[in-house]
């Protein structure tokens, strides 16, 4: 990850760059550095933890959240509980660390 991240500054990414993600009735909404992206709720096949970030997978295109971006445990749990309520049943099962850190 670290790799990936040194490429982007080197091409020309900003880490000031301020990213959004914003809960909407329809899906996902993650704004930043000029792009806006809307996803579907029906297009998150899993929501995957790694040590320091989320991983909103779906297909082609993930999302990295890192977990430093929320400002409490309680605004972590709150978030993934969100969007984990809103994964069909297999996605849930195949987001069980987030599942259980939303509703312990």
């Not at 670290?2 to 899906?27: N, P, T, V």
């Amino acid at each position: 990850m670290k790799r990936y991240i040194d490429r982007l500054i080197e091409l020309g990414h900003r880490r000031e760059d301020e990213i959004s993600f914003e809960l909407m009735d329809g899906g996902l909404a993650i704004s930043g550095g000029g792009m806006r992206h809307a996803i579907d709720w029906t297009a998150f096949l899993e929501i995957a933890s790694a040590p320091h970030h989320w991983l909103l997978i779906t297909g082609p295109m993930s999302f990295i959240l890192p977990k430093r971006a929320f400002a409490s445990a309680d605004q972590e749990r709150s978030f993934l509980a969100e969007v984990a309520g809103h994964l069909t049943a297999e996605a849930q099962k195949r987001s069980a660390e987030a599942i259980a850190t939303a509703f312990g």
